[in-house]
Nanobody, 126 residues
Framework: QVHLVESGGGLVQAGDSLRLSCVAS????????MGWFRQAPGKEREFVGA????????LYADSLKGRFTINRDYGKNTMYLQMNSLKPEDTAVYYC???????????????????WGQGTQVTVSS
């Protein structure tokens, strides 16, 4: 069982940056790929980005490439989501997830992830 806790959300203005963190409860991160998803009010949860088990491969939603970056710190069992040039449409609850994913083409699939955090709210004002 892997317990995930997100932090770092908050209220920012358009154009600002924010870094989210996701801490895993146990040193199993090398066994799991980790990803970020988000859900805006009234919308379905969508893929943001993910990093493979080794961290060597990352995948991002096409619309977010160049603004969002994922990094993993295995010593701290932590994954980060650096978000730059934030827009009001980035407003959502951001969730981190972990799963034993062995194929890069599965990283964007919600069903690939076994463990989910409770989410952290990001609100971007115009």
């Amino acid at each position: 069982q892997v317990h995930l806790v997100e932090s770092g959300g908050g209220l920012v203005q358009a154009g600002d940056s924010l870094r989210l963190s996701c801490v895993a409860s146990q040193r199993s991160t090398t066994l799991h790929a980790m990803g970020w998803f988000r859900q805006a009010p009234g919308k379905e949860r969508e893929f943001v980005g993910a990093a493979s088990r080794s961290g060597a491969n990352t995948l991002y939603a096409d619309s977010l490439k160049g603004r969002f970056t994922i990094n993993r710190d295995y010593g701290k069992n932590t994954m980060y989501l650096q978000m730059n040039s934030l827009k009001p449409e980035d407003t959502a609850v951001y969730y981190c997830a972990a799963g034993p994913i062995y194929r890069s083409d599965y990283l964007a699939r919600m069903a690939s992830y076994d463990y989910w955090g409770q989410g952290t709210q990001v609100t971007v004002s115009s």
